[in-house]
């Protein structure tokens, strides 16, 4: 069973528009939500993360907005560029659970168009 | 500053066969992990290692042993590869407790 679904396999947008991702879990003793970002041939790289207490959180072109009541975050990515064209993970942990509990969504590919 | 280090990054394996991944980390983390990624299916732990000295199983871990060598290295054996096991294969470190990984740049191995 899921807990962390990204149920958009892919994403195409313009340059210069604004991306959306989404996200929904359904474990609500996740207690902080992080954004991860992989190219092809490489790691993932971390990106932006949200803790439960808050609903927002800004690091310039990348904005995380969580809804704790419907159990969903979003990545907001205002401009696009084509160097964001990547595959985005949604993460999230249990602080109160055991070690090495950061649960991936299976990732959503965004493919920014010049 | 070379972060996590991961080899080999290709590897061709017949069914059966023996091979360990190895990975190390120059950013004096406390934890260690290892993932394999598979199309369609995200991330998934296969073991970790809070610090030096302990390992525990994560999601996916059967038909891998992993050894946590010292603080810096944390490798993934895999004693009679099977064509299930085509994957690519990624080290992450962090501080301990922490959610911030840092990741290889991966082990792409395939299973015939």
């Known amino acids: 069973d899921q807990q962390v679904k990204q149920n958009s396999p892919s994403l195409s947008v313009q340059e210069g528009r604004i991306s959306i991702l989404n996200c929904d879990y359904t474990n609500s003793m996740f207690d902080y939500f992080l954004w991860y970002k992989k190219y092809p041939a490489e790691g993932p790289t971390f990106l932006i993360s949200i803790s439960s207490i808050k609903d927002k959180n800004e690091d310039g072109r990348f904005t995380v907005f969580l809804n704790k009541s419907a159990k969903h975050l979003s990545l907001h990515i205002v401009p696009s560029q084509p160097g964001d064209s990547a595959v985005y993970f949604c993460?999230?942990?249990?602080?109160?659970?055991?070690?090495?509990?950061?649960?991936f969504g299976k990732g959503t590919k965004l493919s920014v168009k010049p | 500053n070379a972060g996590v280090t991961q080899t080999p990054k290709f590897q061709v394996l017949k069914t059966g066969q023996s091979m360990t991944l190895q990975c190390a980390q120059d950013m004096n983390h406390n934890s260690m992990y290892w993932y394999r990624q598979d199309p369609g299916m995200g991330l998934r732990l296969i073991y970790y290692?809070?610090?030096?000295?302990?390992?525990d199983k994560g999601e996916v871990p059967n038909g891998y042993n992993v050894s946590r060598l010292n603080k810096r290295e944390f490798s993934l054996r895999l004693e009679s590869a099977a064509p299930s096991q085509t994957s690519v294969y990624f080290c992450a470190s962090s501080v301990a407790g922490g959610e911030k990984l840092f990741f290889g740049s991966g082990t792409q191995l395939s299973v015939l």
């Open positions: 290692s809070a610090s030096e000295g302990t390992t």
């Open positions: 993460a999230a942990v249990n602080y109160g659970g055991s070690q090495g509990n950061l649960i």
